[in-house]
C-alpha cells in the first residue's frame, strides 16, 4: 500500500508564508521529519540518515532570528 501525499508548496510560498507568520521554520521541519518517517512512504529508502534533533535546533535558531527581524533566507 502506498501513501498519496499531497506536494509541498513552492518554495516561494513557503517563504511568503514564513514572512507573513503564517508558518515557523519548526513546523515546516516538522512537516518534513513527519514525512521522512511516514512508514508507508519512501523517507528510509531516500534518506540514509535524519539528525531530525539538529534539523529541530536549527529550525528553532531560524525561528528565533526571524522574531528578532534578522532574516537570512
Known amino acids: 500500500m ?3 501525499f499531497t506536494p509541498f508548496p513552492p518554495l516561494a510560498r513557503l517563504a511568503a508564508d514564513l514572512d507573513a ?8 521541519v516538522e512537516t ?3 514525512r ?3 512508514p508507508a512512504g519512501q523517507g528510509s529508502t531516500v534518506f540514509t540518515h535524519v ?3 539538529r534539523a ?3 529550525a528553532d535558531a531560524h525561528d528565533r532570528l526571524r522574531a528578532s527581524g534578522t532574516v537570512l533566507s
Open 2 to 4: 502506498t501513501t498519496e
Open 51 to 53: 539528525d531530525a534533533a
Open 56 to 58: 529541530r535546533a536549527v
Open 32 to 34: 518534513a521529519l513527519a
Open 36 to 38: 521522512i518517517a511516514d
Open 21 to 28: 507568520g503564517r508558518t515557523t521554520s519548526r513546523a515546516l
